[in-house]
């Protein structure tokens, strides 16, 4: 059983920068591939970004491609978003999520029931 734990959110004004950590609990935490995702008001959870267990491998969904930085550190069991010229349209309900699919990558790891756990969610608002 894994445990995801988001921190990192908050209020930031439009072309800010905010980064979103994600702290898991359990000693397979390196086996596990990562991914975050948002859900904005009245809009259905959407896919951000994905890791694999090396961290090696990430992909992007098309509009945070070049502002949004994933990555991990094994050793503390924290992956990372790094989000850069933050755009009013960016403001969410951020969740991170593992999946015991350890190579996961690419399009694929855009789907949302390919991940077995989700932490409770760190809000980012963006102001213009």
């Known amino acids: 059983q894994v445990q995801l734990v988001e921190s990192g959110g908050g209020l930031v004004q439009a072309g800010g920068s905010l980064r979103l950590s994600c702290a898991a609990s359990?000693?397979?935490?390196?086996?596990?591939?990562m991914g975050w995702f948002r859900q904005a008001p009245g809009k259905e959870r959407e896919f951000v970004a994905s890791i694999d267990w090396s961290g090696f491998s990430t992909y992007y969904t098309n509009s945070v491609e070049g502002r949004f930085t994933i990555s991990r550190d094994n050793a503390k069991n924290t992956v990372y978003l790094q989000m850069n010229s933050l755009r009013p349209a960016d403001t969410a309900v951020y969740y991170c999520?593992?999946?015991?699919?350890?190579?996961?990558?690419?399009?694929?790891?855009?789907?949302?029931?390919?991940?077995?756990?989700w932490g409770q969610g760190t809000q980012v608002t963006v102001s213009s």
């Open positions: 999520a593992g999946s015991i699919r350890t190579s996961l990558s690419g399009s694929v790891s855009a789907g949302q029931s390919l991940y077995e756990y």
């Open positions: 359990g000693r397979t935490f390196r086996s596990y591939a």
